[in-house]
């Protein structure tokens, strides 16, 4: 089963507005990584936040990490069309052994210009 | 350029027929895996691997086998294709084996279907 949920399923805002797309997740985790995937390609890698973070920004994104509640939320400031795309939340499992990464079903964004 | 190259980007399969879908890094990279992604299902780990000659099963192995025979390589092959492996599948690979570092670097795809 999947380890992350993520909510919302789908955003749609206007450019210039700031993105928050959040996400559970079940069991400790080594760490928690959000991922970007544009129309019909890869995904790329966006920003790694450790079990023991509580925030972390990069850029226009700010991550933050609640261990006690199993959750996370990306924030995107200040979006562009460009940000239009599927955001997934992933966790490696902090379980001996575990060397994976498990995806959360993905938050789909539209920009509106 | 350095990255992950997955070979067919498209393929189409008979039921019953068994392919192999190719994947290749060329950044050193211990750690290799690949992904299925269905719609409104994210992606599930099908198989990884932590080093050459070391693989092991993910969250839906059923129905496919690996090998990882030298670092750069790591094939995934369909034996008996079904409909219900009609999906895109997605190779990745990462630095270390813990995944604490940058993350995972994906290829671009492959999307296959199966008649």
């Known amino acids: 089963s999947q380890q992350g949920e993520e909510d919302p399923q789908a955003l749609s805002i206007q450019e210039g507005e700031n993105a928050t797309m959040n996400c559970s997740y079940k069991?400790?985790?080594?760490?928690l990584q959000w991922y970007r995937q544009n129309s019909g390609r890869g995904l790329v890698h966006l920003i790694l936040?450790?079990?023991?973070?509580r925030e972390k920004h990069s850029g226009r994104l700010r991550v933050t990490l609640d261990t006690s509640k199993k959750s996370s939320s990306l924030l995107i400031t200040a979006s562009r069309a460009a940000d239009t795309a599927s955001y997934f939340c992933?966790?490696?499992?902090?379980?001996?052994?575990?060397?994976?990464?498990?995806f959360g079903q993905g938050t789909r964004l539209t920009i509106n210009p | 350029n350095a990255g992950v190259t997955q070979t067919p980007k498209f393929q189409v399969l008979k039921t019953g027929q068994s392919m192999t879908l190719q994947c290749a890094q060329d950044?050193?990279?211990?750690?290799m895996s690949w992904y299925r992604q269905d719609p409104g299902m994210g992606l599930r780990l099908i198989h990884y691997?932590?080093?050459?000659?070391?693989?092991d099963q993910g969250e839906v192995p059923n129905g496919y086998n690996v090998s990882r025979s030298t670092t750069e390589d790591f094939p995934l092959r369909l034996l008996s294709a079904a409909p219900s492996q009609t999906s895109v599948y997605f190779c990745?690979?990462?630095?270390?084996?813990?995944?604490?570092?940058?993350?995972?670097?994906f290829g671009q795809g492959t999307r296959l279907t199966v008649v």
């Open positions: 990745a690979s990462s630095y270390t084996r813990a995944l604490t570092g940058n993350g995972a670097f």
């Open positions: 069991t400790s985790i080594n760490n």
């Open positions: 936040i450790r079990s023991n973070e």
């Open positions: 992933a966790t490696v499992p902090a379980i001996q052994g575990a060397q994976k990464l498990v």
């Open positions: 950044m050193n990279h211990e750690y």
């Open positions: 691997s932590v080093g050459a000659g070391i693989t």
